[in-house]
Nanobody, 125 residues
Framework: VQLVESGGESVQTGGSLKLSCAASGIRNSGNCIGWFRQSPGKEREGVAA????????YYANSAKGRFTISQDIRKNTVYLQMNSLKPGDTDMYYC????????????????????WGQGTQVTVS
């Protein structure tokens, strides 16, 4: 299993970024793929998650209305579109996979995910 994030960079307040999480070694549907973020010394925080092949995304309150998670089944890739970025969104962003979700529910808690990417840095100034 390999998850590779990309798309993080430095942007100004109010800007937008689209992060990508390319998955390999896993089926392209029936998993939960989540986006998390973490600053040094802080716990990893769930941002958004999606049941691949399904329709309903899950968002943390901090992401609702600004972030959109989506998927490209053919590419086995999950995206996180982030708009109206704020300095408080500055973090390392990780994608993670849960290969055996229960009832198609995708939690936003880090311990529910077994596989992690290396992260991509987002800096908002």
């Amino acid at each position: 299993v390999q998850l590779v994030e990309s798309g993080g960079e430095s942007v100004q307040t109010g800007g937008s970024l689209k992060l990508s999480c390319a998955a390999s070694g896993i089926r392209n549907s029936g998993n939960c793929i989540g986006w998390f973020r973490q600053s040094p010394g802080k716990e990893r925080e769930g941002v958004a998650a999606i049941y691949t092949g399904g329709k309903n995304p899950y968002y943390a309150n901090s992401a609702k209305g600004r972030f959109t998670i989506s998927q490209d089944i053919r590419k086995n890739t999950v995206y996180l579109q982030m708009n109206s970025l704020k300095p408080g969104d500055t973090d390392m962003y990780y994608c993670a996979a849960n290969l055996a979700p229960i009832g198609r529910l995708c939690p936003l808690t880090a311990y529910d995910y077994n596989y992690w990417g290396q992260g991509t840095q987002v800096t908002v100034s």
